[in-house]
Nanobody, 127 residues
Framework: QAQLVETGGGLVQAGESLRLSCKAP????????MGWYRQAPGKEREFVAH????????DYAASVKGRFTISRENAMNTVHLQMDSLKSEDTAVYYC????????????????????WGQGIQVTVSL
């Protein structure tokens, strides 16, 4: 079973907002930087955002910078992705991922460096 569980997806109109959440087991969350990826039909999975283990650094894909905000809610072992001003181009399956920092602490992990993935959740933005 998936150890990361995404919630909060759905269908919205362009310009509206959604907040995705991803809950992880504490043993994973407490030791990991957390990221979000997305994959649109016919496209490769692409980086969206990442937050370091201690929450000190946040990075975003250029396509979402200024519109999306990644954050950690440590008490709930949950990472959020607040998505504002959504565009139809944001339509995709969104995946939560965790990169353990036990052996290394990469600011922006590559897709292959993440250790755990959620099952993905659909976000659809209509025109």
């Amino acid at each position: 079973q998936a150890q990361l569980v995404e919630t909060g997806g759905g269908l919205v109109q362009a310009g509206e907002s959604l907040r995705l959440s991803c809950k992880a087991p504490v043993r994973i969350f407490s030791r990991s930087g957390m990221g979000w990826y997305r994959q649109a039909p016919g496209k490769e999975r692409e980086f969206v955002a990442h937050i370091t283990r201690n929450g000190s650094v946040r990075d975003y894909a250029a396509s979402v910078k200024g519109r999306f905000t990644i954050s950690r809610e440590n008490a709930m072992n949950t990472v959020h992705l607040q998505m504002d001003s959504l565009k139809s181009e944001d339509t995709a399956v969104y995946y939560c991922a965790a990169k353990s920092t036990i052996l290394s602490d990469v600011r922006i992990p590559t897709i292959g460096q993440y250790d755990y993935w959620g099952q993905g959740i659909q976000v659809t933005v209509s025109l």
